[in-house]
């Protein structure tokens, strides 16, 4: 049985999870996949959310795809005090 069975269509085309809140408690890790709308166009993002077993930092990192794999680094964010 899928974990999804519970679904129900409100609107056409639309599919209103009523399952997700426990799904969290299945994976050993969820990560944020994302854009960040910048001025120079759109860039990728990825935040871990949960990582079972494992401290972990939930900031917004930046990930590029380069040959090989993928490049996480961290997002700077500036201060609002500068």
């Not at 799904?23 to 050993?28: C, E, G, R, V």
């Not at 709308?37 to 917004?60: D, F, I, N, W, Y």
């Amino acid at each position: 049985m899928s974990p999804f069975s519970n679904a129900a269509r409100s609107r056409p085309g639309i599919i209103e999870d009523a399952a997700a809140p426990y799904l969290s408690t299945i994976p050993d890790a969820i990560l944020l996949m994302d854009y960040a709308r910048k001025p120079q166009g759109l860039e990728r993002t990825m935040a871990v959310l949960k990582m079972r077993g494992s401290q972990h930092s939930s900031a917004e990192h930046r990930m590029t795809i380069v040959p090989g794999g993928l490049k996480v680094e961290p997002v700077e964010r500036v201060s609002a005090q500068e």
